[in-house]
């Protein structure tokens, strides 16, 4: 009698399907300012192939665009910027008291020529 060392049903392996891996919440990127000082200071800043960095002036009012080629050649634009509203504007005489004095003193000149004197 020969055995049969074989179950006689067979089985597939049960098949449980991976879990998905929680991804961490995805934060927007934020770019702070980067400040160089003048145009040496942009000029030295080193900025990746492929890349575009912002530099802005901690002595004057310029930011500097700074990017670099896909070999790394920098190339660099310098702008100039100004706040609205803050144009000079006209500068304004005030009157002094003396002014005043004067100007009255001749009005009353005036009158008084004209036969309207002060009482």
């Not at 919440?25 to 912002?54: C, D, F, H, M, R």
């Not at 144009?87 to 309207?116: M, P, Q, W």
């Amino acid at each position: 009698m020969a055995y049969n060392y074989f179950p006689a049903t067979y089985q597939t392996p049960t098949y449980y399907p991976s879990q998905p891996q929680p991804q961490p919440p995805q934060q927007a990127q934020t770019q702070s300012l980067i400040w160089v000082q003048g145009e040496a200071g942009a000029k030295s800043y080193l900025v990746a192939p492929n890349s575009t960095v912002t530099l802005w002036d901690s002595e004057s009012q310029t930011i500097y665009i700074k990017s670099a080629d896909a070999t790394g050649m920098p190339s660099i634009r310098t702008l100039d910027y100004t706040i609205r509203g803050s144009e000079e504007k006209e500068a304004v005489n005030y009157a002094t008291k003396d002014d005043f004095d004067r100007i009255e003193k001749e009005i009353d000149a005036i009158k008084k020529s004209l036969g309207k004197e002060k009482k």
